[in-house]
C-alpha cells in the first residue's frame, strides 16, 4: 500500500539521511508520495493564503478606521470580506490541521510508513490547488462581492465571477473528501502493534471525527454548489424567487455543510491542544475517554444544528425552538473538553515551552469563543445579535482565537520534527505576547459593537461605532506584526536553527520514536506501542532543556 | 462627533427590550464566572504547578464523580437558558391580534411603507407609540433583514413570501432601523426610522399632516451627512459639490427629499458615479441611454426618471433603480428637480 521503494535506510539520523534530502529538487517533491512531504506542501500552501486573507482582513480592518469612506468604495470592499472570508473558510482553516499537520503526523503517531492511500493523498493536494486557482480566478472576472455564503438569490443575479469562486469550492470539497477517507482507513488499518484503540492518542480520535464529517457532510455542499452553478447558467430556478424556487432553501443546504465544517475546523485544533496539555504538563490526560468520545458526541450532533444560522430567515418557530435547544447541547461536550484540559494541569509540573504557551493562550480565547457561542444559540439572544459584529467576533473567537491557536501550537510543537530544527524561543515569546495582545484587541472591541446594533457586512457604520472599530483596526495591525515575527523566526530557524533532538519535549506518542527529520520511511524499524502513549508520570531527568 | 455609544446595549425601545436585556445580563454574568472558572484556574495551576517549583506530579487518569458534576450542571444551567430564551422569543413573535398592520416592502437599496390608508412612505415608518404594531414584509429582489436595535427585533425578509415583526414601543421619537442581510453595494446605507408618535401626533398623521422635529433615541442621532459617508468633509464636499450655491427655498427643499426617500444610497451631488449618475450635472446634460438613444435631461425626463425609472437607462448603468410612482408627490418631484438645476 505505500509508496515505498528504497532500500531499508540504516544510517538515518540526525545528519544523515532523512525526508527532506531523500530525494532531490522541485521536481521530487511535486511528485512526491511521502505524507510528510505532501504535509509539508500544504503547509505552505495554507500560510500562503493566510497572507492572503490576511491582507484583505487588514484592507477590511483600514477602511472601517472611519465611519464614511476610507480607503475604497462600497463594491470593492464587499470584495474585500468575500475574499478575506472565502480563502480564510476553503483555502486555510478547513485544510490547516488535517490536511497540514494530520498529513504529516497522524501516519506517524500511528507507527505506520504512511498513509492507507498514498497517490490520493497526492491527488488531494492537487485537487485543492485546483480549486483554489479556479476560486482566485475569479478575482479576473469582476470579483466576487457574495460574501463567504454565497446567499441567493443575491449570488445568483451579482457578477460572474461568482461561478469561479463556487466552482473552486465545490473543486476543492473533493480534497477534503478524499482526504477524509484516507485518514479514516489509515486509522483502522496502518496502526503499530499493540496500538490498540484504548492507546490512540487524542489527536487521531479528533481527525477521525472531522474524517467522518469532512466525507458525509462535505457532498452536500458539491450538489448545493452544482445547484448554484445550474441556476446561474441554465436558468434552472431553485433558489431564486423570480424563477419560482425558494430563496431560504439555499441557506438550509449550504449550512447543512457549513455548520457541521464549522467542527471539521475546531475538531483538529482540539485534538492539538489535547496532545500539549499532557506533555507539558507531564501528567496524564485528564479524562482521556471523555475527550474522545465527545469529539464524536460533537460531531454527531453537528449535523442536526444547522437551522440555528436560520433564526431569523423565516423558517418555523417550532424548527427554531428544536434547533436552539439541541444546539445548546453542542456546549456540554465542549465544556468536557476545555474542563479536562485545565484539569490536565492540576498538579503536574508546568513546562512553559512555545507550544504550551499557544495551549494556554487557546484555552483563554476558546472559552470566550464558547461562552459566547451560548448567547448565539439563546433564541431570543440571537434575534437581536445575529448578522452583527457581535457574531462576527465570536467565531473569529473560535476559528481564529481557537483554530488557527492550536495550529499554531501544533507546528512549534512539532516544527523539531518536521524540520530537525530547533526555533528562537525568545523571538516566539514576544510574538506570541503580540498576538494575544492583537487578537484581543481586535475582537473584543466588536462583541460591544455587536450587542450596540453594529450590522455585519458594512462598508460604513455609525459614527457611535467609531471607537470600537478603531481600537479594532489597530489590533489587526499587532496581529499582522506577530504573524509575521512567526514567520520570519521560523524561517530563519530552518536555514540556521540549531538542530533538533529526536523527541525536545519528552513526549510519548510514536512519531517522536523517529529521528528529527524522520527518514523517509518514517522509522528505522516498525515501532510497537507498548503503552498508553499519556503515562506521564514527573519531571524526567532531560526536561525542560533540549 | 460623538464617537462612542453610551451604554453597551442600546436603548430599551419597548418591554419586551427590557426583558431581553435581563436575559442578556444574566448570561453575561454567568460566562464571567465561568471564565474565571476556567482561565483563572488555568493561570493558578500555571503558576502554583510551574515546573521549577512542583517536580512530583500527581498520577491521576480521571474522576467519574468531577466528571459528572462537570457534565450535569452546565447542561441544567444550559437548559435554563433555552427556556428563558425561549420564552422571551415567544414573546417576540406573537403579535397581538389588535396590531395596527404596515406593510413593509424591501429593495436594494430602500425600505417602502404602505398604511392602511394608502399612504406609502420611504425609509420612515410612522407608527403610533403605546400600540402593538405588526409589519408585513416582503422583498423585491434579494434578502434584505429588518432590525431595530431599540426594540431588539430583526427578521430577514424574503423575496417571493411574507415574514412578520411586531413591537409596541412605549418610546415616542425616532429609531434607527439597519438592513442587516448583505444585499450589496449600497448594504450599509440602507438604513430607515421607525418614527413613533405620542397620541397628538399620532392624530395629526392621520389626518395627513407632516409631522417635524421628532427627536431620535440613542442610536442615530449623531449627525452623518451623505458626504461625511463618502469620505468627505463638508468643506470640501461643497466645494467639490454644491460648490458656493447657496441651497435655498425649493432647491433646499429638494435636497431633503432625495435624503428622506434614500435617492442619496445610490446617487451622488458631487459628480461621483455610484450606483447611480450622479445628481452634478444631471439637469440639461445629453444622457445616452443603454438603448442607444440620448436626450437632453429635462423636467419631463427627470420626471420620468424617478417614477419610471427603467424606460431610459443611463449607458454605464445597470437598471437597478425601482419606481418611485406614488411614493413621492408631484410638489416634491418639482423641488428635486429644482435641486437638481442648482447643482448644475
Not at chain 1, 477590511?60 to 478606521?65: A, D, G, P, S, V
Amino acid at each position: 500500500m505505500t509508496s515505498t521503494t528504497t532500500t531499508v535506510s540504516h544510517s538515518s539520523g540526525e545528519h544523515g539521511h532523512h525526508y527532506l534530502n531523500h530525494s532531490k529538487g522541485l521536481w521530487s517533491w511535486l511528485t512526491t508520495l511521502d505524507h510528510k512531504r505532501i504535509g509539508v506542501m500544504y503547509l505552505y500552501t495554507v500560510i500562503l493564503f493566510f497572507l492572503l486573507g490576511g491582507l484583505f482582513a487588514l484592507g477590511i480592518r483600514l477602511e472601517l478606521f472611519t465611519p464614511g469612506r476610507t480607503i475604497m468604495d462600497a463594491d470593492t470592499y464587499n470584495k474585500f470580506f468575500t475574499y478575506h472570508g472565502a480563502i480564510m473558510v476553503f483555502l486555510v482553516i478547513i485544510p490547516s490541521i488535517p490536511a497540514a499537520l494530520g498529513n504529516f503526523v497522524l501516519p506517524m503517531m500511528l507507527g505506520a510508513k504512511d498513509v492507507a492511500f498514498p497517490r490520493l493523498n497526492l491527488l488531494s493536494y492537487y485537487i485543492f490547488m485546483l480549486g483554489a486557482v479556479v476560486a482566485l480566478t475569479s478575482l479576473f472576472f469582476n470579483g466576487v462581492d457574495t460574501g463567504w455564503t454565497f446567499y441567493t438569490p443575491y449570488s445568483i443575479r451579482t457578477s460572474t465571477g461568482t461561478i469561479f469562486v463556487v466552482l473552486g469550492a465545490f473543486i476543492a470539497g473533493f480534497s477534503s473528501i478524499l482526504t477524509g477517507l484516507n485518514f479514516i482507513v489509515t486509522i483502522h488499518k496502518l496502526r503499530a502493534p499493540g496500538l490498540t484503540w484504548g492507546r490512540l492518542p487524542l489527536f487521531c480520535w479528533a481527525l477521525y471525527a472531522t474524517s467522518i464529517i469532512q466525507v458525509l457532510a462535505t457532498p452536500v455542499l458539491a450538489i448545493t454548489l452544482l445547484l448554484l452553478i445550474a441556476e446561474r447558467v441554465l436558468k434552472v430556478g431553485i433558489f431564486d424567487p423570480a424563477l419560482g424556487g425558494d430563496a431560504v432553501l439555499f441557506q438550509h443546504f449550504f449550512w447543512f455543510y457549513s455548520h457541521p465544517a464549522v467542527y471539521i475546523m475546531i475538531l483538529p485544533g482540539m485534538g492539538v491542544i489535547s496532545e500539549i496539555m499532557p506533555v507539558f504538563s507531564r501528567k496524564p490526560i485528564f479524562g482521556y475517554r471523555a475527550i474522545a468520545y465527545s469529539s464524536f458526541g460533537i460531531a454527531l450532533i453537528a449535523f442536526i444544528v444547522w437551522g440555528h444560522h436560520l433564526f431569523v430567515s423565516g423558517q418555523s418557530e417550532m424548527a427554531n425552538f428544536l434547533f436552539s435547544l439541541i444546539t445548546m447541547f453542542v456546549a456540554v461536550p465542549t465544556g468536557i473538553k476545555v474542563f479536562s484540559w485545565v484539569a490536565t494541569m492540576y498538579r503536574g509540573s508546568i513546562r512553559f515551552n512555545v507550544p504550551m504557551l499557544y495551549a494556554l493562550g487557546f484555552l483563554e480565547l476558546f472559552t470566550i469563543g464558547g461562552l459566547t457561542g451560548v448567547f448565539l444559540a439563546t433564541l431570543a439572544i440571537d434575534i437581536h445579535m445575529t448578522d452583527t459584529y457581535f457574531v462576527i467576533a465570536h467565531f473569529h473567537y473560535v476559528m481564529v482565537g481557537g483554530t488557527l491557536m492550536a495550529f499554531t501550537a501544533g507546528i512549534h510543537y512539532w516544527f523539531p520534527k518536521m524540520s530537525g530544527k530547533m526555533y528562537d524561543e525568545k523571538a516566539a515569546l514576544y510574538s506570541f505576547i503580540m498576538i494575544l495582545v492583537g487578537f484581543n484587541l481586535t475582537f473584543f472591541p466588536q462583541f460591544i459593537a455587536g450587542a450596540q446594533g453594529m450590522p455585519r457586512r458594512y462598508w460604513s457604520y455609525l459614527p457611535e461605532f467609531t471607537l470600537m472599530n478603531q481600537l479594532s483596526t489597530v489590533g489587526s495591525w499587532f496581529l499582522f506584526a506577530g504573524f509575521s515575527w512567526v514567520a520570519i523566526y521560523l524561517w530563519k530557524a530552518m536555514k540556521s536553527g540549531a538542530p533538533a533532538p529526536a523527541n525536545p519535549w519528552d513526549s510519548l506518542t510514536l512519531e517522536w520514536q523517529s529521528p528529527s527529520p524522520p527518514p523517509h520511511e518514517n522509522f528505522l524499524e516498525t515501532p510497537v506501542c507498548k503503552e498508553w502513549p499519556y503515562e506521564y508520570r514527573s519531571q524526567p531527568a532531560s526536561a525542560g532543556k533540549a | 462627533m460623538k464617537l462612542a455609544y453610551a451604554g453597551t446595549l442600546p436603548l430599551q425601545g419597548t418591554e419586551i427590550a427590557a426583558q431581553w436585556d435581563s436575559l442578556y445580563w444574566f448570561m453575561v454574568i454567568l460566562s464571567v464566572f465561568f471564565f474565571v472558572l476556567v482561565v483563572g484556574g488555568m493561570i493558578y495551576f500555571a503558576v502554583r504547578y510551574r515546573n521549577s517549583v512542583a517536580k512530583k506530579t500527581l498520577y491521576i487518569k480521571d474522576n467519574h464523580l468531577i466528571e459528572a458534576t462537570w457534565t450535569i450542571i452546565p447542561t441544567i444551567l444550559l437548559m435554563v437558558i433555552f427556556g428563558w430564551g425561549y420564552v422571551v422569543y415567544n414573546r417576540m413573535t406573537q403579535a397581538p391580534s389588535d396590531a395596527y398592520e404596515v406593510r413593509v416592502i424591501g429593495k436594494q437599496w430602500l425600505w417602502q411603507f404602505q398604511y392602511d390608508d394608502g399612504r406609502t412612505t420611504v425609509n420612515e415608518l410612522y407608527v403610533p407609540a403605546n400600540r402593538p404594531v405588526k409589519l408585513i414584509m416582503t422583498s423585491e429582489d434579494v434578502i434584505h433583514s429588518f432590525f431595530v436595535p431599540n426594540f431588539r427585533i430583526k427578521q430577514d425578509v424574503v423575496p417571493g413570501m411574507y415574514s412578520s415583526v411586531w413591537f409596541n414601543t412605549t418610546m415616542p421619537g425616532k429609531h434607527q432601523v439597519f438592513c442587516t442581510e448583505y444585499c450589496g453595494t449600497s448594504h450599509s446605507l440602507m438604513e430607515a426610522q421607525v418614527i413613533a408618535l405620542d397620541e397628538k401626533q399620532w392624530s395629526d398623521w392621520v389626518r395627513g399632516k407632516s409631522i417635524d422635529n421628532v427627536p431620535v433615541n440613542g442610536l442615530g442621532n449623531v449627525p452623518f451627512t451623505a458626504a461625511e459617508r463618502e469620505g468627505k468633509t463638508e468643506q470640501s464636499a461643497q466645494a467639490g459639490g454644491e460648490g458656493s450655491i447657496q441651497l435655498a427655498g425649493l432647491a433646499l427643499e429638494g435636497k431633503k427629499v432625495t435624503e428622506a426617500k434614500g435617492c442619496v444610497a445610490c446617487h451622488s451631488a458631487d459628480g461621483t458615479a455610484k450606483v447611480g449618475p450622479s445628481f452634478k450635472g444631471a439637469f440639461g446634460r445629453k444622457a445616452e441611454f443603454v438603448s442607444g438613444d440620448s436626450v437632453t435631461a429635462d423636467e419631463n425626463y427627470i420626471r420620468e426618471s424617478i417614477v419610471n425609472p427603467q424606460a431610459k437607462v443611463v449607458k454605464g448603468f445597470g437598471p437597478v433603480m425601482p419606481t418611485f410612482q406614488g411614493m413621492v408627490s408631484e410638489t416634491e418631484i418639482n423641488a428635486v428637480i429644482a435641486y437638481l438645476k442648482a447643482l448644475k
